[in-house]
């Protein structure tokens, strides 16, 4: 996940271009009056809720803007900047990179989120990402009843140069895992990703299965899995709250990775899930190359949200 900083940062910023777009433009209709009154305070909330940002973070940016600028004349630039630093303050301490410990042979880190979110395209980036950092990495196909994933991380295995553990379609997913991890010990592996299905529509077999993981991997490993990784597709908005509190009932969810922002004008769920879970968030996505998922910079993230050159 390492490249030129000007590369990354110009996709990120085209890929938050249809939020930051659509809330500069309702920014600019809020200040016609170019001060900050009730009336226009009220405008600046609505247009944070519209971004996906969620009633209970709007209010707290609009209680931040009353404090610092009410009644006072201001334009759009002054407003964003203002946003984007009480932004960034709500999401600095989130912004924390995955951790990998050494000591751990090997580190297993489980990867889950629904069928669609990203999960197998997350994982064969981060193999990619630790491969070329010269650690040696297996991945599991946990998710056996998708033969179309199974697949896909064989290509992302053959592309990272790292061995995949499969099993025919239909298969138990904790069997898979206990086997992956078995492998993984035996060769002395730095990492195991293990990709899980997530299939919600029947939680209670999701569940099941999930507890199950963890259960077979404990036999081998009493810490294990030392990683969870929810991954959640910005596409869904709002719903990205209720994942979260799904997928923390069943797994010990130790942070969070959010794709397809690029695919969205619903960039400000990103904020409202960190006000409301306090989750690390370890990377985001704004494509499907093998740079595009990036460690999460709370300031970056949050000037380009509001369209602001930085």
């Not at 239909?170 to 898979?176: C, E, F, P, T, V």
Request: with cysteine; hydrophobic share 45%.
């Amino acid at each position: 996940m390492s490249e030129s900083p000007g590369g990354w940062l110009a996709r990120l910023k085209s890929g938050l271009g249809k939020t930051s777009e659509q809330l500069s433009g309702k920014i600019s209709a809020a200040l016609v009056r170019k001060r900050l009154d009730t009336q226009t305070l009220e405008k600046l909330e609505e247009a944070l809720i519209t971004a996906d940002m969620g009633v209970p973070t709007a209010t707290k940016l609009s209680a931040a803007l009353l404090d610092q600028k009410f009644d006072k004349e201001i334009n759009d630039e002054e407003i964003k900047l203002a946003l984007a630093h009480n932004i960034a303050e709500i999401l600095n301490p989130l912004a924390i990179p995955l951790e990998i410990d050494p000591t751990n042979k090997p580190h297993v880190i489980l990867v889950v989120g629904v069928n669609g979110s990203g999960k197998t395209t997350t994982i064969g980036k981060l193999a990619k990402h630790w491969a070329s950092e010269g650690k040696s990495v297996v991945l599991a196909a946990g998710d056996t009843f998708r033969a179309a994933a199974v697949e896909q991380l064989a290509i992302w295995g053959e592309r990272a140069g790292c061995d995949v553990i499969s099993s025919d379609t239909g298969s138990d997913a904790a069997g898979l895992a206990f086997d992956a991890l078995k492998r993984a010990q035996t060769s002395k592996a730095d990492l195991l990703l293990i990709d899980t299905a997530g299939r919600l529509q029947n939680r209670e077999d999701l569940m099941g299965e999930l507890s199950k993981i963890i259960r077979v991997l404990r036999k081998l490993d009493p810490d294990a899995p030392h990683s969870c990784l929810l991954v959640l597709d910005a596409t869904v908005g709002q719903n990205a709250h209720s994942q979260v509190e799904i997928f923390k009932k069943i797994t010990d969810v130790s942070g969070l990775v959010m794709t397809k922002l690029d695919g969205t004008a619903r960039g400000g769920v990103v904020v409202a899930l960190a006000e409301r879970f306090g989750l690390p968030i370890y990377a985001i996505g704004v494509g499907e190359g093998e740079e595009d998922l990036q460690p999460f910079d709370a300031k970056i993230f949050a000037h380009n949200l509001l369209g602001i050159n930085s």
